[in-house]
């Protein structure tokens, strides 16, 4: 049954995208075929940083629990990652390549999403591929938040509107399972979701009210009844996901990442200037095409806010409502809660999908003005959206980190890589620095006590953790460093050449920066933590983020200083005592041979 109305749906999608397809997946094809490895930092990049999500579930981890530390909740939604890691079970490719080929079967489940969703509102072959190329532009893809961006958003759309034009179980059952399969995607949609349901469940009730129709409990349940079990449904299976997070943490972020890295919106100026940023940067820039399909994008929402009342454009007008609720949300939640849901992604993954629908509504409007002219009207609209999705291409095609993806995986990560895998658990815990700990996670899956805080998960103690850290490398008490590392099951201690390069900045044996040091926030707990075990540490006041985005906050914090300068044992050696070196990684750099990488079995 399922079969035979899938093969009826891809009947009615038209010869020409079929042939779009083809050619957009040809082109990501070239474009990707020659990388080695993910064009990403290897060290703090965030593809690599879920690429550890991937390898956990691929060895045989468990999806319910984060990728990074055991037993712990994700930092994110595990619906991307479990896709990549099916394709790279049927495909027989290590999850790297992979992951930088997972765009490839996702491209046609865009444009039939698309195409679905444009059909209601243009007959026009033009405009349609117009919409889906403002969508495709996105793609090569490589992470959770673009797959929101191409499949799930305009999914969501999509399965809105159907059911809102035709409120049939059918529409019911899918409208559930896009809602869910969002909210187990990303973290972001998941309140943009409800954010949209909420609007419309308002407005059906005000209409409602208004016609009289709402005039007892009965006729509330009634107005209510399907969107109230499309939510219960939904959110049943979110909290394959959400249960931690909800019912554990009550929404407590203890590693408050959606703070620390983004725009501070600590006052209310700040809170209306991220806003206005928001609004303002999601529109393409100011060029010939860019000035062009923002100009169309605006003329259709005001089509849009004019013609709200009728039945086409309703859900587009609520769900307009709804962005500009998730855009200013923080101007209430913040201000009253402290919450700062990540407004920017919110907005981003309604606003990506939406665009090319409003372009197309401007577009209708503005040919009707030129009856005569309609079709030189939308032809030179293609051209512009063409003209945008070329000049994107091109920047890929130049980007450095798509060149440096072209090399395979620099000789010792790739040999540290294969002993790991090859002589561990997916479940054994390594203790190593923050950068190093991310490398070896993003290559293996295996599991780690600190991590760069900012690809951490929300719900883990990242400066608990940091502190222990230090407590464990460069303290002086047995007896704590034992407990400590009983407690968090280190069965593995790495070190690496580049131990000091990835937490400071040094210039002629002097610390004149910081990278990605071991660091807690100042407070007098933590201070005295430190001075008993006699670690060395200094105060500044600069970023929790290693990589800060424009104008992020600021926050008093208390660096931790290896206590030997020597590189080869940056450590305390009274925990040489626990280490047995069991893989040596070595390069030869001028003739000689050094170790690049240690592994150590721990032995308490």
Not at 135 to 154: E, L, W
Not at 218 to 223: E, K, P, R
Not at 319 to 341: D, E, K, P, Q, T
């Amino acid at each position: 049954m399922i079969m035979e109305k899938l093969t009826n749906l891809f009947k009615k999608i038209p010869v020409y995208l079929y042939v779009l397809m083809l050619i957009i997946v040809i082109i990501n094809f070239n474009l990707l075929k020659d990388l080695k490895q993910l064009p990403s930092p290897l060290y703090g990049g965030d593809y690599y940083g879920h690429l550890g999500s991937m390898y956990h579930i691929f060895y045989g981890g468990n999806i319910l629990n984060s990728g990074q530390m055991l037993d712990t909740t994700p930092l994110v939604p595990w619906i991307y990652s479990l896709y990549v890691v099916i394709l790279a079970k049927i495909t027989g490719l290590d999850p790297v390549i992979t992951n930088v080929l997972s765009s490839l079967p996702l491209i046609p489940i865009t444009i039939a999403i698309m195409y679905f969703l444009v059909r209601k509102i243009t007959n026009s072959k033009l405009l349609i591929v117009a919409a889906i190329l403002l969508v495709v532009v996105q793609y090569p893809i490589f992470k959770y938040t673009n797959f929101v961006f191409v499949v799930i958003g305009p999914l969501v759309l999509l399965a809105w509107y159907l059911y809102l034009e035709k409120e049939s179980n059918e529409y019911a059952i899918l409208l559930a399972a896009s809602i869910a399969l969002g909210n187990l995607t990303n973290v972001q949609l998941f309140f943009s979701q409800y954010i949209l349901m909420a609007v419309i469940l308002i407005d059906r009730n005000y209409r409602s009210w208004k016609e009289g129709k709402l005039k007892n409990i009965d006729d509330f349940l009634a107005t209510n009844k399907m969107i109230g079990i499309i939510f219960i449904i939904s959110f049943l299976i979110s909290l394959l996901y959400w249960y931690a997070p909800i019912f554990v943490y009550h929404g407590k972020t203890l590693n408050p990442i959606q703070i620390f890295s983004s725009t501070d919106i600590s006052t209310i100026p700040l809170q209306i200037g991220y806003s206005l940023d928001i609004i303002k940067t999601m529109f393409y820039g100011i060029t010939i095409p860019g000035i062009m399909v923002n100009l169309l994008a605006i003329t259709g929402i005001f089509i849009v806010a004019k013609r709200k009342e009728e039945k086409e454009y309703r859900f587009f007008y609520l769900l307009f409502v709804a962005m500009i609720i998730i855009v200013f949300n923080h101007l209430i939640l913040y201000n009253l809660l402290g919450l700062n849901l990540w407004t920017d992604r919110m907005y981003a993954m309604f606003f990506i999908p939406m665009f090319p629908i409003w372009l197309i509504i401007g577009c209708e409007e503005i040919g009707k003005k030129f009856e005569n002219r309609k079709m030189l009207v939308f032809g030179i609209t293609i051209i512009m959206v063409i003209w945008i999705y070329a000049g994107q291409f091109q920047g890929l095609l130049s980007n450095t980190w798509f060149e440096t993806g072209k090399q395979p995986l620099m000789q010792p990560h790739q040999e540290l890589k294969n002993w790991i895998i090859n002589n561990t658990d997916i479940n054994d815990v390594f203790l190593s620095n923050n950068e190093d700990s991310f490398m070896m996670n993003a290559l293996t899956g295996r599991k780690v006590v600190a991590y760069r805080r900012t690809h951490a998960s929300s719900y883990v103690d990242m400066n608990q953790r940091m502190l222990d850290s230090a407590v464990i490398f460069y303290g002086n008490n047995d007896e704590n460093r034992v407990e400590l590392l009983k407690r968090y099951h280190v069965k593995y201690l790495l070190w690496s050449v580049r131990w000091f390069d990835n937490e400071f900045i040094i210039n002629n044996g002097s610390i004149v920066g910081l990278f990605d040091p071991l660091s807690v926030p100042t407070n007098s707990m933590y201070t005295a933590v430190l001075d008993n075990n006699e670690i060395e540490h200094f105060e500044t006041h600069t970023y929790l983020d290693p990589a800060p985005p424009t104008n992020a906050p600021t926050y008093d914090l208390t660096i931790i200083i290896p206590k030997v300068k020597d590189i080869s044992h940056p450590w305390d050696p009274s925990l040489d005592k626990y280490l047995k070196p069991v893989k040596t990684v070595v390069v030869n750099v001028d003739g000689q041979t050094i170790p690049y990488f240690i592994v150590y079995e721990v032995d308490y």
